[in-house]
């Protein structure tokens, strides 16, 4: 059974830090491409970062790129979202997916906030 579980959310000022962690489980991460997605209450969910299966090739957003980054941990079979010079507008519910099978699979989200 397929499950993705975030964590790491939380409340830091602005220009702070933040590592989001996504676990998964039923999968393999290496042989997946995970993607980050983030949703601000009454908007769409919004695309934010991806990493390739079988390669470490990654892509972002441009509204986080040079400040995010995605990376994974076979080892662990856990992918992460570091988080760096993080903006009021990056306020959200963070939510790690995948698609196997023709199915989609999501997290429960974790929330960031952003404010002094």
């Known amino acids: 059974q397929v499950q993705l579980v975030e964590s790491g959310g939380g409340l830091v000022q602005p220009g702070g830090s933040l590592r989001l962690s996504c676990a998964a489980s039923g999968f393999a991460v290496s042989s997946s491409t995970i993607n980050w997605y983030r949703q601000v209450p009454g908007k769409e969910r919004e695309w934010v970062a991806q990493?390739?299966?079988?390669?470490?090739?990654?892509n972002y957003a441009d509204s986080v790129k040079g400040r995010f980054t995605i990376s994974r941990d076979n080892a662990k079979n856990t992918v992460y979202l570091q988080m760096n010079s993080l903006k009021p507008e990056d306020t959200a519910v963070y939510y790690c997916?995948?698609?196997?099978?023709?199915?989609?699979?999501w997290g429960q989200g974790t929330q960031v906030t952003v404010s002094s």
């Open positions: 990493i390739i299966n079988n390669f470490y090739a990654t």
């Open positions: 997916n995948t698609r196997r099978g023709g199915n989609n699979y």
